[in-house]
């Protein structure tokens, strides 16, 4: 049974989905980011390789890694981004590569006992979750020894929305500083959305795993909801971007971005005789 923050993600993305793709491949700051990254992924998945993907949307990212090699199982909780995920796998003829299951991150039960090499969610799927170190518990017995997990997340700390204040916003410059989760709404349909640092990440993991990368993203340059800022000063956006490449695994800056991007691999464990 799902719970209400659940009952209503879904509500609102299904509202979206149909929509979904138009609005993202339109939106040149998404994609810069999107291809950043899919870099980054695929810098450390093999072709071949077992990929978990939670909160796929309509499936843009498991259609790219599923024609660069990889097998995916695409996981979402709002059933018309299913829909529009299982369109995509007939339309490219990717039956034998992706799996698509309407799943909630709070139920990855599941899919046992199915294991995988590699598990990931894409822009703040996972910053929908309440308790994200119960869906983080989940994922051990899911990712197979020396498997890789990478999750890009939003963090409390964006310098683009702490900007706001100055204009008197202060309901969006503050937002991500709340406790109890921000108010969010998506075709008329509000939920919670909460903020996690990543050293709250890693010890969500544990012992087990170690970080192996963790960089920011928009952290000077402007976050996808600032696009008609993008498109009036190209630019000064370009600049921006440029500035953000060198500095984006800088200590303290690199979470005080739009996103984060962190890959933690599991160890192997060394039985002793």
Known sequence: MLSKQEELVSAAF???????DEDDLK???????RKEIREHVLSLVKPGSSMLELNSGTGLDAVYFAEHGINVTATDISMGMIRELEKKI???????????????????????????????????GLNCADDLQAVITQLDELLNPDGIVTLVLMPPICLW??????????????????????????????????????????????????????????????????NNFYLKYPRINKALTIIDMKICKMPL??????????????????KQS
């Open 14 to 20: 299904s509202k979206q989905s149909e929509n979904f």
């Open 161 to 226: 929305e702490l900007l706001f204040a100055f204009k008197g916003n202060l309901k969006l410059a503050f937002r991500r500083f709340k406790r109890n989760g921000a108010d969010s709404h998506l075709e008329g349909v509000y939920f919670k959305t909460y903020y996690y640092l990543p050293r709250s990440v890693k010890k969500f993991f544990g012992k087990g795993y170690e970080r192996i990368e963790l960089k920011g993203l928009g952290i000077l340059s402007p976050p996808p909801f600032m």
């Open 253 to 270: 800056l690199r979470f005080c971005a739009d996103h984060y991007i962190i890959s933690l691999k599991k160890k192997q464990i060394i």
């Open 90 to 124: 007939l339309k490219y003829n990717l039956q034998d590569k992706i799996k698509a299951k309407q799943c909630s991150f709070n139920n990855l039960e599941e899919l046992k006992p199915q294991k995988f090499d590699y598990i990931f969610s894409n822009f703040g």
């Open 27 to 33: 939106n040149p700051i998404l994609i810069r980011m």
